[in-house]
């Protein structure tokens, strides 16, 4: 397993992009589109009032939407691009 940082903070943007800031303030965006494929309950996230509702969770482990519905830091530091 590679290096991951934990999320410092979280914004949701259009297009089922996420804004992430780590701890070690590198900037990143992730999208969750990508995730439907395999995951089919990100799907629901299309839904852009459910998808702001994005928030960090778990001391900065992850990022949820509800108790369904998270991402954990190692993926959003791994699949993330540059901001």
């Known amino acids: 397993m590679g290096l991951s940082i ?3 903070k979280v914004e949701p943007l259009d297009n089922m992009i996420l804004l992430i800031e780590f701890e ?3 900037i990143k965006k992730y999208d969750v589109k990508t995730l439907i494929p395999q995951f089919p309950i990100f799907k ?4 852009k009032s459910l998808f702001n509702l994005v928030h960090v969770d778990c001391c900065g482990y992850s990022v949820a939407w509800n108790d369904e519905i ?3 830091e190692y993926e959003l530091w791994e ?3 540059p901001s």
């Open 6 to 8: 934990k999320v410092k």
């Open 24 to 26: 070690n303030r590198v």
């Open 44 to 47: 629901r996230l299309e839904d």
């Open 70 to 72: 998270d991402i954990s």
């Open 79 to 81: 699949g993330g691009f």
